[in-house]
């Protein structure tokens, strides 16, 4: 049962062939069993699992049913749940219990999914390995033996649904947190456009650049997760106040005569990118041309500044984000003498040492003798980045590009911090410029590990963009289901 795609299992519950119950139980039962080894979640939420299947279930039988009845899922553990322990992967928010449920979350709910439990994910969502959780990291179900890194910061996620221990799940994306991790665990991830998914309730890092989204398996699965997920939300006031009509299954946008331009980023040309990844991107642009796109080069002259700008502007809003855990509002308090010594005690104790680099590095950019030469300065090229996109797609409809350099390295990896938020050069672009980007798997490398390539589009082109990623999902016919765990 762990085998169907969401749109399968949709299918299946309506005609009464499986409940949501035998669904639910079959999920449960993976996560008993590996959750252990893959870390893939904070906390597991059996009974509400079983409660959330029961109530889909009666829906169904009395024609009462909901978009998503049945559909077990594993939600990010940064999106606030009413009565459920809140993590955000943090010390400082180990045992915080929220008294409301985040806007996504409630979305889930309304759709009638089942929900398995809180995956994991680095602190704050500050990561690229997922390895900066106080929980410990979680590893990818893909040549389990090698102990491989899912993907940060949505890892826990990605290792649930790569491993069959829930059939989608959410992310955000704040500077490539869905779409890094999707590529190397061969999962599809979906980085909307911002303010396409409300963030009120997600625990923030930095709120110009956060983005909720979903992971899933298949590209009709992430849109049907999105189409939940997506709306209006008069609480955030970034909330885009418009609807998007996403229809699945996506109809193709390729064949049939039908013209679209496709762009490739110049500027990329110059990174240094693995053959695998080479070879398996030029293969994809191969079918897509002779699906009938054309393919143009485009220019975002700014685009290799991205990752400096980011690395200025995310630990700036993550400074100012993150002084609210002092304490006394919220999650762990460690006592001093006074309450500045009470502010220091609980923060040094609370936070582990990557968000603490953050903090340090976001409120050095935003002091006045350096404000205006780091974050203005950062925020110019912002500008310039966004702009730049505007400007290429005038010269074409979608824009594709590779997702990261290589397959997944092994967690015990050495990497400096620079190393690691090199890493993010290819997905950052896209959360300062707010446009939609999705990952999706573009086959395997020569070592049988999954790599994946970015679908781009312009403000409120998801639908295209998804559309487009269905094309490279098809062409490259692979099979992502890791063989360790799931070949059973
Ligand atoms: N790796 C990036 C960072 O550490 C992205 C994080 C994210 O998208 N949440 O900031």
């Not at 994991?120 to 997922?130: P, Y």
């Not at 059939?167 to 665990?185: L, N």
């Not at 002092?326 to 040094?348: F, P």
């Not at 082109?461 to 799931?486: F, G, S, W, Y």
Request: charged share 20%; net charge neutral.
């Amino acid at each position: 049962m762990i085998d169907l795609t969401i749109t399968e299992a949709l299918e299946k519950l309506k005609s009464g062939k499986i409940s949501a119950t035998e669904l639910t139980r079959a999920h449960l039962d993976r996560i008993e069993k590996y959750n252990g080894t893959l870390n893939s979640f904070i906390t597991v939420t059996p009974e509400r699992a079983l409660a959330d299947a029961a109530a889909a279930d009666e829906r169904i039988k009395n024609g009462t049913a909901r978009a998503l009845d049945g559909i077990p899922i594993a939600m990010k553990d940064l999106f606030a749940t009413r009565g459920i322990r809140t993590t955000a992967a943090s010390h400082i928010l180990e045992n915080f219990i929220p008294e409301y449920e985040s806007t996504v979350s409630q979305h889930f709910i309304d759709a009638g999914t089942v929900l398995l439990g809180k995956s994991n994910l680095d602190e704050f969502a500050m990561g690229t390995f997922s390895k900066t959780s106080y929980f410990g990291a979680p590893i990818s179900p893909w040549q389990l033996e090698r102990k491989l890194n899912a993907g940060g910061s949505s890892g826990g996620t990605t290792s649930a649904v790569a491993a069959g221990l829930a059939m989608g799940g959410t992310g955000t994306d704040t500077g490539g947190s869905i779409r890094f991790p999707c590529s190397i665990t061969g999962l599809v991830g979906v980085k909307p456009t911002y303010g396409l998914c409300s963030r009120w309730g997600c625990v923030a890092f930095a709120s110009s650049l956060d983005t909720p989204g979903p992971i899933a398996r298949t590209v009709d699965d992430a849109a049907l997760l999105l189409s939940v997920m997506a709306g209006h939300d008069p609480k955030d006031s970034t909330s885009a106040n418009r609807k998007t009509e996403i229809n699945v299954p996506l109809q193709p946008i390729l064949g049939d005569g039908k013209k679209l331009r496709i762009g490739l980023i110049k500027e990329f040309n110059d990174v240094k990118i693995s053959d695998d990844m080479k070879n398996l991107f030029e293969k994809r642009i191969a079918d897509l041309k002779s699906l009938g796109a054309e393919v143009v080069e485009v220019s975002i002259p700014n685009i290799l500044d991205a990752l400096a700008a980011y690395y200025v502007i995310a630990p700036a809003e993550a400074s100012s984000n993150l002084a609210r855990y002092d304490g006394v509002r919220y999650g762990l308090r460690v006592e001093g003498h006074d309450i500045y010594d009470t502010y220091k005690k609980t923060r040094a104790a609370g936070f582990g040492d990557e968000v603490k680099r953050r903090l340090i590095i976001g409120t050095a950019v935003l002091s006045s003798s350096s404000y205006e030469v780091y974050f203005m300065q950062a925020a110019r090229v912002r500008r310039l980045i966004a702009n730049a996109f505007n400007k290429a797609f005038e010269q074409c409809d979608l824009i594709v590009c590779p997702s990261g350099a290589n397959t997944a390295m092994p967690l015990e990896s050495d990497l400096t911090p620079l190393e690691y938020y090199a890493l993010d050069l290819f997905t950052v672009a896209m959360n300062l410029a707010g446009v939609p980007a999705v990952s999706v798997p573009c086959g395997l490398a020569t070592n049988n590990l999954p790599l994946g390539m970015q679908v781009v589009g312009r403000m409120f082109d998801d639908v295209r963009v998804l559309q487009l990623a269905k094309h490279i999902e098809q062409c490259a016919n692979m099979n992502n289901r890791p063989k360790t765990v799931m070949g059973e």
